[in-house]
């Protein structure tokens, strides 16, 4: 059964105090990992694809990794506008995704 | 481009009764879906369509109905509205490139 999972539920962190955000998978073939981002109230907003174990991607204080297993959503030096719920997802060789339920990040000043 | 368009933003229902959601798109974009959000939980998908006149169930299809008549329009249907239906609801485009663009949610509430 596909599956993803992410942790931690919840992360507070001082603004500038880097950390990281874990999502693991079970999928039965992948076609793509997916993180989001995720304001109250509103629907998701896209941030990275990753199609390959090894593959990493930056945008501007965020860096996502994959492994065959899991991926990780680094954060460097945050500062508070990056306060939200961080999703992950993927696409199995279907064209459903599977997503997780989410990091909430509260950045403080 | 006003991109992933959905009404309406808020609904209160009662038990049993039926009610569509709407959702367009002006990216031409082939690849639909709907989702449902649940304090506190991922999303779950519902249906998906592929293409006009291509419709395909997801994981949580049940009390649900779909239709897909053009590239812009994805109306989600339900019929009988049950307190379990009580969510909100995202419709999402996917592009070449599979990125996904969510429209702005449908908070339902089923009394």
């Known amino acids: 059964e596909d599956q993803v999972t992410q942790s931690p539920e919840a992360l507070r962190l001082q603004e500038g105090e880097s950390s990281s955000l874990n999502c693991s998978y079970t999928v039965s073939g992948l076609r793509g990992l997916f993180w989001y981002r995720q304001d109250p109230g509103k629907g998701p907003e896209f941030l990275f694809t990753l199609y390959s174990a090894g593959e990493e991607k930056e945008k501007e204080r965020l860096k996502a990794t994959l492994t065959k297993k899991e991926s990780f959503l680094h954060i460097t030096a945050p500062k508070p506008e990056d306060s939200a719920t961080y999703l992950c997802?993927?696409?199995?060789?279907?064209?459903?995704?599977?997503f997780g339920t989410g990091t909430s990040l509260t950045v403080i000043p | 481009n006003a991109g992933v368009t959905q009404t309406p933003k808020f609904r209160i229902l009662k038990i049993g009764q039926s009610m569509t959601l709407q959702c367009t798109q002006d990216m031409n974009h082939n690849y639909m879906y709907w989702y449902r959000q649940d304090p506190g939980m991922g999303l779950k998908l519902i249906y998906y369509s592929v293409g006009a006149g291509i419709t395909d169930k997801g994981e949580v299809p049940n009390g649900y109905n779909v239709s897909r008549s053009t590239t812009e329009d994805f109306p989600l249907r339900l019929e009988l509205a049950a307190p379990s239906q009580t969510s909100v609801y995202f419709c999402a485009t996917l592009n070449r490139g599979e990125t996904q663009y969510f429209g702005p949610g449908t908070r339902l509430l089923v009394l």
């Open positions: 997802a993927v696409r199995s060789t279907g064209n459903q995704f599977y």
